[in-house]
């Protein structure tokens, strides 16, 4: 099933922001903004394995990975930003013992290591094993 670009409008300390998605996961189906951009910086919500089509990534770790850093970084684009601009990342997972794959993907797109956190959970939405948040400056 494929999905329309995706546009948000916030009103944030009296100025109204637009940005425009073109990549959209399931979190956009639940209607919850991808990102708010405010201050300078641009706060993504958690960002699970999904495709374009926001279809979820049933493969290993490191194929999940690679679709919520790609989604990111689409997002990010769009916002003026970028992975390299990226300032901290908090990784929920249902167990912790694949974290090393997770750093397999992770740790090569963002060499300037931002703060990361790592909270070991019981559920997340829509059943998956992972999700990302990121803060990013403009």
């Known amino acids: 099933m494929a999905y329309a670009p995706f ?3 916030v009103c944030f300390d009296s100025i109204i922001l637009h940005i425009h998605f073109e990549v959209l996961t399931i979190l956009t189906i639940i209607l919850q903004s991808q990102a708010i ?5 641009v706060y993504l919500s958690g960002q699970i394995p999904a495709d374009i089509g926001g279809n979820l990534i049933k493969g290993s770790t490191v194929e999940k990975t690679e679709a919520i850093i790609k989604n990111t970084e689409a997002i990010l684009n769009e916002a003026g930003s970028g992975l390299d601009r990226v300032v901290k990342v908090v990784v ?13 993907v992770y740790d090569p797109k963002f060499p300037h290591r931002p703060a990361r956190s790592m909270v070991e959970v019981s559920s997340l939405p829509a059943g998956v094993d992972i999700q990302v948040d990121f803060i990013a400056v403009v």
């Open 7 to 9: 546009a948000h409008y």
């Open 37 to 41: 951009k405010a201050g300078g910086q």
């Open 92 to 104: 929920y997972v249902k167990d912790a013992r694949i974290m090393g794959d997770f750093a397999s």
